[in-house]
């Protein structure tokens, strides 16, 4: 592998937390949405909550997600900063595109996908980890509906426990719980999102010889990642809130609470196992948990539709981006 003069790897980490400061303004709604849609916390005060929230992340989880990426989706052996700027550019493309759009994509598989691509385009197939890329397709499907089917387990168990509870005193109740839900929610997506840029920062040192030892992140990847990712929270993304938050279904505070839980719960698991998920994808499912147990008809499924197409798009569509990049490299 080659070694890139020392401004051009710090220009490709600043990328890098470029990329991981949009991912926070992109899926910032993921961990807003429903507590601002419920009217619990304003906008402002809510992306304080989240940003605080993702940044301590880094001390409730391990880095699994983080090796998952930076090894386990292309060889660690063949990255070089080609491969690197092609699949950061892949992903932010992709994540400009769907935000000025107003469409919920996910930021985690565009990173992904532009790694793929920007790997394949360099080594071909062989390139691929498909173990990792397996679990990680496996996770576009059983995340949202592993979201979904805990949200509607949600709203079933709380429901019975308040059905003696005046509407009213339940409302109450929910909105001060909507806090801790929120909580945990913003810290599983910083958990779980920030560890996909510490990923690829940690291989791009790994390919230049600048990791003693084996493959690891060392920790001031870790907190620019979590601080980049928290500043981009607190800029927020409100075309995508509004999304999120009111179009697929009405939410009140009990439902809010259902779904961030049910999602958050999800969230902490797949962290945990190491998998990189799409937090977009995951509170979609819950969100769409919690109207279907009103009733079918609450949930708008035109927007959830949409909302699907473009999770099965992003992949493939920021792959062919980040393929694209890195033969431009090829040309300088």
Not at 163 to 174: E, L
Not at 182 to 198: E, P
Not at 280 to 302: E, K
Request: glycine letters at 12%; charged letters at 10%.
């Amino acid at each position: 592998m080659a070694e890139i003069a020392f401004p051009l790897l710090i220009a490709l980490i600043g990328i890098a937390l470029l990329f991981d400061l949009l991912n926070g303004l992109h899926d910032a709604a993921n961990s807003i949405a429903t507590v601002v849609s419920t009217r619990v916390l304003s906008p402002q005060v809510a992306v304080l909550w989240a940003a605080f929230f993702n940044f301590i992340a880094f001390l409730v989880f391990g880095l699994h997600v983080a090796e998952t990426v930076g090894k386990g989706i292309v060889s660690a052996e063949i990255v070089d900063a080609s491969v690197i700027f092609g699949a950061l550019m892949g992903a932010i493309s992709w994540n400009l595109i769907t935000w000025g759009l107003g469409i919920p994509s996910s930021s985690s598989h565009a990173l992904i996908g532009g790694l793929i691509g920007a790997g394949t385009a360099k080594a071909g197939v062989s390139a691929v980890v498909w173990s990792g890329v397996a679990k990680t397709v496996a996770a576009i499907f059983l995340s949202p509906l592993i979201g979904l089917l805990l949200a509607l387990l949600m709203v079933l168990v709380t429901s019975w426990l308040f059905a003696r509870r005046t509407p009213a005193f339940a409302d109450g109740v929910f909105r001060r719980l909507q806090l801790v839900s929120a909580a945990l929610y913003s810290l599983g997506h910083g958990g779980n999102d920030a560890q996909k840029t510490m990923g690829i920062i940690a291989v791009l040192l790994y390919s230049q010889g600048m990791l003693h030892g084996s493959f690891h992140v060392p920790l001031w990847v870790v907190l620019s990642c979590q601080a980049a990712m928290g500043i981009g929270t607190l800029l927020g993304g409100w075309r995508i809130v509004h999304t999120m938050g009111s179009k697929i279904t009405r939410l009140t505070p009990h439902q809010g609470f259902c779904a961030e839980s049910g999602g958050a719960i999800t969230l902490f698991l797949a962290t945990f196992g190491g998998i990189p998920v799409s937090t977009t994808h995951t509170i979609t499912g819950a969100i769409v948990g919690v109207g279907a147990a009103r009733r079918m008809s609450a949930v708008r499924w035109s927007v959830a539709s949409s909302i699907v197409v473009a999770w099965v798009v992003t992949l493939p569509a920021a792959a062919l981006v980040g393929a694209m990049f890195y033969e431009l490299t090829l040309l300088f």
